[in-house]
């Protein structure tokens, strides 16, 4: 099966982890949009503080961890936001 495309939208920790805001990334068919998290945590394990408090949205809609990943999706990783 062809892997699928995503372009991941990176914002606060996430966005300083990786020096810039947008990644592309591909994934199998039928992958959580959960992995996309999961591979960050891989690839920056300083961002595993934000695991259970970081939530999803897809093409400007928030999503389950378990909302499957679509070809040319847009993936945000939300952050806990602080004000002041």
Known sequence: MKPITVTVK??????EAYGHGELHWQFPPGTPVAEVLARAIS??????QWR?????????QLALP??????????????????G
């Open 52 to 60: 259970r408090l970081t939530r999803f949205g897809i093409n400007l």
């Open 43 to 48: 690839e920056h394990p300083e961002l595993e």
């Open 10 to 15: 990176l914002f606060a920790a996430f966005q």
């Open 66 to 83: 378990e909302t499957l990943l679509q070809p040319g999706d847009e993936v945000v990783l939300i952050p806990p936001v602080s004000g």
